[in-house]
């Protein structure tokens, strides 16, 4: 039935949410400054291409999505790149950060 959610999506979409809320909660570290925050996406889109779904001189093909206002466009991944993709960004989104609380 339509109604009924596959089970891949249900767990999908927080998983995509938490990714989201894990890089703006980063990207705000940097709010106020166009060249740290573009270096804060590249630096996210080559520990996915080159750490997760790839390796140096061999990367995956991700590409950071960014608005035309140059602000984080939707995050979206497959459920399995989702799940792996979540722990390993909180180091680079978070430097310093537990669960919000900055030190």
Known sequence: HQAMTC?????NRPSEAKISRCI???L?????SAE?????????????NERLFGRPGAPSNWVFPVNDDGTMG?????????RRIIDLLVDICLPG????KEE
């Open 36 to 48: 740290l925050t573009k270096r804060l996406m590249k630096a996210e889109e080559l520990l996915i």
């Open 24 to 26: 703006q909660r980063g």
């Open 28 to 32: 705000s570290l940097v709010e106020g």
């Open 97 to 100: 950060d537990v669960n919000g």
């Open 74 to 82: 939707e995050i979206k991944f497959a459920n399995w790149r989702a």
């Open 7 to 11: 089970l891949l999506h249900l767990e």
